[in-house]
């Protein structure tokens, strides 16, 4: 049972970067697609960025593309995302998720994933 756990998230002014974790457990050492997600209030769940653990090349959301970076450290199993020029619309409580397959396509489709952490929120003020 893989287990997700992340951190990272907190409040920070338009302009600035955060880094979020998270942190595997119950790796199995089979590839999956792992990805980040962000739910605002009001708002359906959407897909920020992903990438397969098999190698290639990473998935962003068009709205975070330049500013976001997602990215893993084999070593300590934990996937992290790297977000600078943060804007206010990126408010949003922040989803660590992974499933035991390539990303493909679905990549920004919460229904493709089955492992979740319990979020991390992220708030921008202007």
């Known amino acids: 049972q893989v287990q997700l756990v992340e951190s990272g998230g907190g409040s920070v002014q338009a302009g600035g970067s955060l880094r979020l974790s998270c942190a595997v457990f119950?790796?199995?050492?089979?590839?999956?697609?792992m990805g980040w997600f962000r739910q605002a209030p009001g708002k359906e769940r959407e897909g920020v960025a992903a990438?397969?653990?098999?190698?290639?090349?990473?998935y962003y959301a068009d709205s975070v593309k330049a500013r976001f970076t997602i990215s893993r450290d084999n070593a300590k199993n934990t996937l992290y995302l790297q977000m600078d020029s943060l804007k206010p619309e990126d408010t949003a409580m922040y989803y660590c998720?992974?499933?035991?397959?390539?990303?493909?396509?679905?990549?920004?489709?919460?229904?493709?994933?089955?492992?979740w952490g319990q979020g991390t929120q992220v708030t921008v003020s202007s």
């Open positions: 998720a992974a499933a035991r397959k390539t990303c493909g396509g679905s990549w920004y489709s919460a229904k493709a994933f089955y492992y």
């Open positions: 119950g790796y199995t050492g089979s590839n999956y697609c």
């Open positions: 990438l397969y653990t098999g190698g290639g090349s990473a």
